[in-house]
């Protein structure tokens, strides 16, 4: 098969690793990827969102199958783009569309899905300009903490808890008033503050069946023991040692399957990767948000851990024979360290020269590409996040002394990286 991955980041090189693997990946390209990816297959250049150029470049190379990573163009309706296309007819595409993806491109919208289909997650209410004083007048009285939420993408980084009225609404007035994220701000969702510990769940459906994979826990903040602004994710651990019988029995019982099935009840069309955002409270497991993909740098320590041919995976998914595939798991844990430019999540510079990556290459290691490019044979910086690095061993402390390890041994300009990845389950 000739496959095309959507995306530029880590978490397309570890799915461009693992597709590369399949004895039924011909030929894999990936649009735009990075210097990482190139290593697994062809870059093209192209636009995520540029539809017209990928359906373009899916004819030229004759793809079989088009694997979209990152949630913008999902959101924008690539599938239902391409599929509209009758030389692409017969191409299979693993994403939902555009009134699924809605699921991560509204907050407003998962709110009401959720509130419709019974699934626990957090009260709130929905305001824009129109309503602003009432937004106001609505956060005067709320308890304390209190999360706003921009309603649309903000890449990460739309959503803020306040310890206090005064930052709300000077919070609530940069987004709506102010603009501080665009269009992704036009509508602000206020939600009640939920106590208790994060963690991710995916899954990849049809729409009307599912296959739980390796759940994963991950650290937004920039700082060390999770202090500082959030970012779009500073590492990664799986499995997740809380994650029990009891509890993955609940998350099935009261998050997915209703879920899946609210999918299915709500005509959405939706073949691929869903994440779970969740936070698990004393009360049970709450949903904070979903994702229409899967995570980055979650990515990078779950799909390693799966032993299954990744395109046999997503074949199944396409064919709606998911219930036929019996997943198999790597029992090794896992830990993503991701190294980030200097200034990041704030302003940052590109085109730092990184040095020693191909010292570091040890077992049971990897190190993937995010935002990287390759500059007349040297690999530079290309973004916010720079490198992830994943390693594997019998304990999270293990795992995370080797993808510290290796990060020591790497340098480029104003590299940062948190090294206390995991640290709330070390001994």
């Not at 199944?316 to 024979?321: H, P």
């Amino acid at each position: 098969m000739n496959i095309l991955l959507i995306g530029s980041g880590g978490r397309e090189h570890a799915l461009a690793k693992s597709l590369k693997l399949s004895n039924k990946c011909e030929n894999l390209f990936i649009a735009p990827g990075n210097a990482g990816t190139a290593q697994c297959g062809t870059n093209l250049m192209a636009e995520v969102t540029d539809f017209a150029q990928i359906a373009a470049l899916c004819t030229l190379h004759k793809i079989d199958m088009l694997v979209v990573g990152p949630e913008e163009p999902l959101v924008k309706g690539i599938v239902g783009f391409l599929q509209q296309k009758p030389e692409l007819k017969n191409m299979i595409i693993i994403g939902p569309a555009d009134d699924a993806a809605q699921l991560e491109g509204s907050k407003a919208f998962a709110k009401i899905f959720m509130k419709n289909h019974g699934i626990p997650t957090a009260a709130y209410k929905k305001f824009t300009r129109e309503n602003y004083d009432a937004g106001v007048d609505y956060i005067k009285n709320h308890s304390l903490p209190i999360v706003l939420k921009a309603d649309g993408l903000a890449g990460g980084k739309g959503v803020v808890i306040c310890q206090t009225h005064i930052e709300a609404i000077s919070e609530f007035e940069l987004m709506l008033i102010k603009s501080k994220y665009g269009e992704a701000g036009k509508k602000v969702v206020i939600e009640e503050f939920l106590e208790g510990i994060e963690m991710s769940v995916f899954v990849l459906t049809d729409g009307e069946n599912y296959i739980l994979l390796p759940e994963a826990k991950d650290y937004k903040r920039i700082g060390e023991a999770d202090t500082g602004p959030n970012t779009g994710g500073m590492g990664a651990v799986s499995p997740v040692p809380f994650f029990d019988d009891t509890l993955k029995e609940q998350v099935n019982q009261k998050i997915i399957r209703p879920t899946i099935e609210g999918i299915k009840k709500d005509g959405l069309q939706y073949k691929g990767f869903l994440f779970f955002g969740l936070m698990i409270t004393p009360k049970g497991p709450y949903v904070i948000e979903y994702n229409c993909r899967m995570g980055d740098p979650e990515t990078e320590v779950v799909i390693p851990r799966i032993k299954n041919d990744l395109v046999d995976l997503l074949l199944a998914t396409y064919n709606k024979q998911l219930s036929h595939v019996k997943l198999q798991i790597k029992e090794e844990q896992a830990v993503a360290i991701v190294a980030v430019s200097g200034g990041y999540p704030g302003i940052y510079e590109k085109g730092k020269i990184i040095h020693n990556l191909d010292d570091m290459m040890i077992d049971n290691s990897i190190i993937y590409h995010a935002g990287t490019k390759n500059d007349n044979g040297k690999i530079v910086t290309n973004g916010g996040r720079v490198l992830v690095v994943s390693s594997f061993a019998d304990t999270i402390e293990e795992a995370a002394f080797k993808s510290n390890y290796i990060l020591q041994h790497i340098y480029f300009e104003g590299m940062n990286y948190r090294s206390d990845i995991g640290y709330e389950f070390k001994n």
